[in-house]
């Protein structure tokens, strides 16, 4: 047997009467979904329910499995303690999936849970679940830090698991849209949030799941989505597979996104190979960049590559332009992998001789001692984007009405702590918020004084 189903669902509290307590009503046809989607997974009978949850145990580079043999939980910190569960959970297809998981030397297992009650991203669709079908053990799933590829291919995993444990089981991927809908919402609105909840309506409609990869990171912290990485996953547990879709609804009318879709699976699709497609469109692209790459990004791609795989750090090149041999500067080297920062360190003024020094030192660093990253390893060499920054000197500035976040660096200082951020990022709009994350950096509290400096980068790619 393999993966017969899988589901996208939100999780609202609201949505349980005994919580709602006649709040439900707004989101009735919420409710009317759930209820249907309920009774299809009872009429399927699965013998394993594998729910993704947001609101499970999460780590910045590790995929947690719940372990151990049962759960409990209730809706208690929603004052409704009355609906409570005790579910237990289908051990063998757990270790199965950690044996998978080892053998790829992915990072995914049961390790680090200490409180082993349900998160109510698992008992939202419990409710409407256990009203219809009281059968089939379950698995409970975390999301990480890690990229989407990473989260396909968790699900690429689990189906693999299923199929070779011979279970009958569905994916319910819990996760809420936007949580940015509506000015009268719990957060408030940005337009990335209809955006996003029209995108992934669209995308899941048909189901198609190659488009999952194309939503940028910063995109979704601005929509400020839940469940777009439950999502992958349960593409990923679907990979390879035909599946009849029916979205039955989608509802904004508190200002969050609950949208809910069935992927009924009929059968195999060689086509269907999603994350295959995706790497090679990647490598394509990547293959372009490099080629389209200046010699300052060429001289770090090299750095790091000689570095990561052989130990050595290169010499300068002889032949370089005169500017990177002769003329001093800060330089900033910046790494990406599958959309995501991997790595970012540089000198705000010269310490090297020459630029070219300053380069080679800093891909060095970007790549092997950023803090915030594990070093870089042979198998991501492939995967990189890679950009170089060389800054200007910085001068001092008067106020923050002196900045421009797209043409200024900023760098904020407080006696001896100094945090700086570079102009023109993905995800930073307004100085204020460039302001506010070089505060955090260099770790200057609201209540302390700063001066304020600005500096203007030249980019390269």
Not at 98 to 117: Q, S, Y
Request: hydrophobic share 35%; proline share 4%.
């Amino acid at each position: 047997m393999s993966i017969i189903a899988a589901f996208m669902v939100p999780h609202p509290p609201l949505i349980v009467p005994e919580v709602g307590r006649g709040g439900e009503d707004q989101i009735k046809i919420t409710s009317d979904s759930y209820e249907k989607i309920a009774d299809e997974i009872a009429r399927l009978e699965p013998e394993t329910i594998i729910i993704s949850s947001p609101h499970s145990i999460m780590y910045a580079d590790y995929f947690h499995i719940s372990p151990g043999k049962k759960a409990r939980g209730d809706l208690g910190n929603f004052r409704a303690s009355q609906v409570s569960f005790d579910e237990e959970y289908d051990t063998e297809l757990v270790d199965e999936i950690v044996r998978i998981a080892d053998r790829n030397a992915f990072d995914a297992g049961t390790l680090g849970e200490k409180d082993k009650r349900l998160d109510h991203g698992t008992m939202v669709p419990l409710y409407f679940i256990r009203k219809k079908y009281k059968k089939g053990k379950i698995i409970r799933l975390g999301l990480s830090g890690l990229p989407l590829t990473d989260h396909y291919r968790f699900g690429q995993m689990i189906k693999q698991a299923v199929e070779r444990v011979g279970r009958k089981a569905v994916f319910v991927a819990s996760g809420d849209l936007s949580h940015k809908l509506k000015e009268s919402g719990p957060y408030g609105f940005a337009p990335e949030g209809p955006q996003y909840d029209e995108r992934i309506m669209d995308v899941c409609g048909r189901a198609a799941f190659d488009e999952l990869f194309d939503f940028d990171e910063s995109f979704c912290d601005k929509a400020a989505e839940c469940g777009h990485r439950s999502f992958v996953i349960m593409a990923g547990a679907l990979d390879g597979l035909n599946v009849e879709t029916h979205v039955y609804s989608h509802q904004d009318v508190t200002g969050v996104g609950y949208g809910l879709c069935s992927f009924i699976v009929k059968g195999e699709d060689k086509d269907r190979h999603f994350l295959e497609k995706h790497l090679k469109k990647q490598e394509m692209k990547l293959t372009e960049q490099k080629n389209a790459s200046d010699i300052y990004v060429r001289l770090a791609r090299n750095t790091i590559e000689k570095y990561i795989s052989q130990g050595i750090i290169p010499d300068v090149p002889d032949d370089l332009p005169k500017e990177l041999l002769q003329n001093r500067a800060g330089a900033f080297v910046s790494i990406h992998e599958h959309g995501r920062l991997r790595g970012c360190i540089g000198t705000i003024l010269a310490t090297k001789e020459c630029i070219a020094k300053e380069i080679i030192d800093n891909a060095i660093s970007a790549s092997t001692k950023d803090p915030r990253f594990d070093p870089i390893t042979k198998d991501e060499l492939d995967w990189l984007e890679i950009n170089v920054d060389i800054l200007s000197e910085p001068e001092d500035i008067d106020s923050k009405d002196e900045l421009d976040v797209k043409r200024y660096g900023v760098i904020v200082s407080n006696r001896y702590k100094r945090g700086l951020l570079l102009p023109d990022l993905d995800g930073i709009d307004t100085v204020d918020e460039q302001i506010a994350i070089a505060k955090k950096k260099a770790g200057i509290s609201d209540n302390e004084d700063y001066s304020l400096q600005r500096f203007e980068v030249t980019r390269h790619y």
